[in-house]
């Protein structure tokens, strides 16, 4: 006879343990049912013990589970994620000294790697084979084994929820209830991915969501309406009370007349990251450390009181703000705000995108920061009138905002074609000294810019030229210009001459002027005057490219501060020659600089080469 055996059913007091060790028989080993009736067992302690008390020898032996019990795609997805996150550096036997040595130096040492390695590689030593993985056997899993694979985070990260019910009801067993859990999936148009088993998951086991630590959702379906969202249920659905990390990059895109004070709550008090992209969600965490709110796809429409309301429940512990197209102000409210000032004495770094009446009335109403914060605002595709009759006046009042002790960053770009215009980046010493482990990948690697402009039109240099008088241009050490078209060379060694600190400068793009009038390059070499204390030049070698080197070499001979060359070589000639190329130009200068080369394939590949 068949028994349905049903957890519940699992006491003492109910059916006798020779009617209990008979419905178990009937259950195949490895199942869901099985792993469900175990995890049944380990959360009754008494009555675990009272059966462990009334069978004994092999009956006793067909309620405990052995390495046989784990199903093949548990079996498979731990030698698959330990090789992947924490790959041992030589092959180990189970049960031996080598398997607490890897435990406690490799697996458990914080190492674990945030992302899977694309490449799908695997050490040699622990490559997976028929029935075995390196020198370990597949039918010999030691409970060391089991006992590491689930206490790394990521290894729940990547299988929760696409798991068949007896691996999920395995790894549920094997785990506990104490094991933290951290949800990672991406879910693409190419890839029906995570999301839906992963909230299939948290419907499956209600304390499951009590344990996950970090949530990181990546959706690249883009939607219109934020409703079929899985992860909307999700919080409306589920607490998470132990949350720290939340991470959600959902693609939607939001009506500016939207409810936004209704949607979801995320009921995680002791959250201290979150980063919501093109999503919008409110929450009720007091220890938020980092926020960041982006709208990439579309601007997310954030009422700023709503905004100040959630950031005063954390504003004594928030260091970092990063708010991305997603300000919203109601007409009117900008002149008369309704909402009283939030302070937050411990913020560093403030970012702000947005619109620049918006951005006054976020900075000048609704926060107030110290004076020693980084503050950075981007004003993007202001018509050109507008800017250069607001910027200056904006930048000043910004200047009251920060004090020299902080930093302060202004990013403009016109509504003009920019593909006829020029980038201007201009940066503070503080984030460049010109020592070789700043420049070993390029100068500006992970350099932040004090002042960019993105202007289409040639007011961009008289604009530069306007904000020079309201910033302190003694502490700009590092320039990057970038013309897409000739330039006016007296506007350009006006901007030279204001700023005589600079020691670091990138200069692309050399059309040659009409009426023979130089490029900005031979303005540059051709008078030790402009960027006297200049020790590092930059230039992009493209095809556009025509300089002699001989004659660059014998103008930077004479400048004794110049020590290293910069050349990124922008596909100026075949890869085939690339070292021909090197051996040449180096032995024009003699040895007299460094130079240092860096290939760029795409224009978009600068600053990462």
Not at 306 to 313: F, R, T
Not at 327 to 351: D, E, Q, Y
Not at 464 to 489: A, S
Not at 583 to 607: H, K
Request: with cysteine; hydrophobic share 40%.
């Amino acid at each position: 006879m068949h028994y349905e055996l049903r957890p519940q059913e699992i006491t003492p007091s109910g059916a006798t343990l020779e009617s209990i060790v008979a419905a178990h028989a009937s259950v195949p080993r490895g199942s869901a049912h099985h792993f469900r009736l175990l995890r049944e067992f380990r959360d009754d302690p008494a009555g675990c013990a009272a059966i462990r008390q009334g069978l004994h020898g092999r009956q006793m032996n067909a309620l405990l589970p052995t390495t046989s019990v784990l199903p093949e795609e548990i079996l498979s997805m731990i030698f698959l994620a330990l090789a992947d996150i924490a790959p041992p550096r030589a092959p180990i036997t189970c049960g031996g000294h080598g398997m607490d040595q890897y435990y406690l130096r490799t697996a458990i040492a914080d190492v674990e790697k945030s992302e899977i390695d694309k490449s799908h590689r695997m050490l040699p030593v622990f490559g997976a084979g028929p029935g075995h993985l390196g020198c370990i056997l597949v039918a010999h899993v030691s409970g060391e084994w089991r006992d590491l694979a689930f206490r790394l985070r990521s290894f729940w990260a990547r299988h929760i929820g696409a798991l068949p019910n007896p691996a999920f009801e395995g790894m549920l067993y094997w785990a506990g209830n104490t094991v933290p859990v951290s949800l990672v999936t991406l879910c693409s148009t190419l890839r029906e991915g995570g999301l839906p088993h992963v909230v299939t998951a948290l419907h499956r086991d209600e304390k499951l969501a009590q344990r996950v630590e970090r949530i990181q959702f990546e959706d690249t379906f883009r939607r219109h309406n934020s409703a079929n969202f899985p992860c909307i249920s999700l919080f409306k659905t589920f607490k998470f009370p132990r949350l720290t990390s939340l991470d959600i990059s959902a693609n939607i895109s939001y009506d500016r007349d939207g409810d936004h004070y209704s949607v979801p709550l995320v009921d995680s008090p002791l959250l201290e990251s979150i980063r919501l992209e093109d999503i919008s969600l409110r929450w009720n965490s007091s220890r938020l450390v980092d926020i960041e709110l982006i709208g990439d796809f579309a601007k997310i429409y954030v009422p700023i009181p709503l905004l100040v309301d959630m950031l005063g429940l954390s504003s004594q512990t928030l260091s970092r703000l990063h708010l991305q197209n997603c300000l919203f102000a109601a007409p009117g409210s900008i002149a008369s705000p309704t909402f009283t000032a939030v302070h937050l004495p411990n913020l560093r770094s403030l970012f702000i995108e947005a619109p620049i009446l918006e951005t006054m009335s976020f900075l000048y109403d609704a926060v107030v920061v110290p004076r020693t914060a980084n503050l950075i605002i981007d004003l993007p595709y202001e018509p050109v009138h507008f800017l250069e009759a607001v910027v200056p006046v904006f930048y000043a009042g910004l200047s009251q905002v920060v004090s020299n002790d902080g930093y302060l960053g202004l990013l403009l770009s016109d509504d003009t074609d920019h593909d006829l215009g020029c980038k201007i980046e201009l940066y503070e010493g503080a984030h460049y000294d010109g020592t070789p482990s700043h420049v070993e990948k390029t100068p500006l690697y992970g350099m932040t810019a004090k002042f960019e402009l993105s202007s289409g039109t040639n007011s961009g240099l008289s604009q530069i030229g306007l904000l020079l008088g309201c910033m302190d241009y003694r502490r700009v050490t590092v320039l990057h210009l970038e013309f897409r078209q000739p330039r006016e060379v007296d506007d350009t060694e006006a901007i030279w001459r204001s700023l005589p600190e600079v020691r670091f400068l990138h200069l692309a793009s050399y059309e040659h002027h009409p009426g023979g009038r130089p490029d900005p390059l031979t303005l540059l070499l051709s008078s030790s005057s402009l960027l006297p204390k200049l020790e590092v030049l930059s230039v992009e070698w493209d095809w556009k490219w025509r300089h002699s080197w001989p004659w660059i070499a014998h103008k930077i001979a004479h400048r004794g501060r110049m020590r290293t060359l910069h050349i990124y070589r922008m596909l100026a000639v075949p890869r085939s020659e690339w070292a021909e190329q090197e051996r040449q130009v180096e032995a024009i200068f003699a040895e007299a600089i460094t130079i240092r080369w860096y290939d760029v394939q795409m224009l978009s590949d600068f600053g990462r080469a």
